[in-house]
């Protein structure tokens, strides 16, 4: 745990403050959302953009962390939060030895999860829409790592795992689930984790709002303006429900390490609700 380890492994480079505090994950699980909010507290100074996706890299030098903070953090002033909202942290392979080695132990860390079908399918469509995917590929196909797998990037409890072997209680995770029943107690859970001032009833307004679903005879399919799209994408509910039984042991673990009932996570999700467009 983050509390019983010392700092000697910790860089010290002082060209401009360092964040305190990172939400590291996980993609298309109301990240924008929350660090949307957090920039315009008076508490907090937040990068603009939101995602200086730094501390993935292989590369990193003492230099190169210099200007990071610089380029990033060179305008902070006396906030009492600086941070960031780079989602890939969570899971990619280099980033948390990188923020352990150049940030230390001394950093509090916002996770927030998403139902891992639900997921998985918003991951496939954020992927196609960026041009990554064709839109005709399997879902339960796509990817040999979770940089682009919906699959691998859906599993959390190894990741959960060895960041709060990490961090302990300096790591808060919140719930998709939180933001969809409510988004200012979505946002009070990070405030009050920060240490900041509550900012009191938030609206509920999307960012990065998604493609809206609907079914046609048991095939999932986009509805609405896809002409950005080389093809729509069908998914089968067969294929949907291969794609629900690959995660339902991740589950189970995610509940133990997280001490928290994940019961909704356990059924196929309505995919067309209102919410999934977020």
Request: proline share 5%; with cysteine.
């Amino acid at each position: 745990m983050a509390g019983g380890r010392g700092t000697a492994g910790r860089v010290s480079v002082r060209s401009a403050r360092p964040p305190n505090f990172l939400v590291a994950g996980v993609q298309k699980s109301g990240t924008s959302f929350l660090c949307s909010i957090l920039a315009r507290h008076p508490s907090v100074f937040h990068t603009t953009p939101k995602e200086p996706m730094f501390f993935q890299r292989d590369d990193i030098t003492t230099e190169g962390f210099a200007s990071y903070l610089q380029a990033f953090y060179g305008t902070a002033g006396d906030q009492p939060r600086v941070g960031e909202g780079s989602t890939i942290y969570f899971q990619w392979p280099q980033a948390l030895g990188n923020i352990r080695r150049w940030l230390g132990p001394d950093i509090d860390v916002i996770v927030s999860l998403r139902h891992p079908t639900d997921h998985a399918v918003s991951f496939y469509l954020h992927n196609l829409r960026k041009g990554r995917l064709r839109g005709d590929e399997r879902i339960v196909d796509v990817g040999s790592d979770v940089r682009l797998s919906p699959v691998l990037t859906s599993l959390y409890a190894s990741h959960i795992e060895r960041w709060l072997d990490a961090y302990g209680v300096r790591l808060k995770f919140v719930l998709f689930d939180d933001l969809l029943e409510s988004a200012t107690a979505f946002v009070e859970q990070a405030t009050r984790f920060l240490g900041i001032a509550s900012l009191g009833s938030i609206a509920d307004k999307p960012v990065n709002r998604g493609y809206p679903l609907a079914w046609e005879d048991n095939v999932l399919t986009l509805v609405g303006e896809t002409s950005g799209l080389a093809r729509t994408p069908r998914f089968t509910k067969a294929e949907l429900e291969d794609l629900h039984a690959r995660f339902l042991v991740d589950i189970n673990r995610c509940e133990r390490l997280l001490g928290r009932a994940l019961t909704p996570w356990k059924t196929l999700p309505d995919f067309t609700r209102r919410e999934t467009r977020w």
